[in-house]
């Protein structure tokens, strides 16, 4: 239906950069909100940051200043721009999208299988 593709995950040291890709793809009719969540094992999904339609970003407060969210609508592709990383940052990134396919023809969330970010010191 709809599948999220997602790059850029690796090692960092504190203080570092790195950039999170994620593109959709299949019967897609709509995509609302598009954006990044992250998980610690034995931890909940936390939410780290979304940008609607229009292009309006939300961050969560612990990366407020520091990621910066983007999305380019004719390629179904959001980018996370991550500086000034923390040991805290330390999780697997997934991508999330709310989108209406073809195959239902109502809004559902749509995961990424998950990209690792392992930030040192």
């Known amino acids: 239906q709809v599948h999220l593709v997602e790059s850029g995950g690796g090692l960092v040291q504190s203080g570092g950069s790195l950039r999170l890709s994620c593109a959709a793809s299949g019967a897609i009719v709509t995509i609302e909100n598009m954006g990044w969540y992250r998980q610690v094992p034995g931890k909940q999904r936390d939410f780290v940051a979304t940008?609607?339609?229009?292009?309006?970003?939300m961050y969560d407060d612990s990366v407020k200043g520091r990621f910066t969210l983007s999305r380019d609508n004719s390629r179904n592709t959001v980018y996370l721009q991550m500086n000034k990383l923390k040991p805290e940052d330390t999780a697997v990134y997934f991508c999330?999208?709310?989108?209406?396919?073809?195959?239902?023809?109502?809004?559902?969330?749509?995961w990424g299988q998950g990209t690792q970010v392992t930030v040192s010191q």
């Open positions: 999330n999208a709310e989108a209406v396919s073809a195959m239902t023809m109502v809004q559902s969330d749509y």
């Open positions: 940008i609607t339609r229009g292009g309006v970003p």
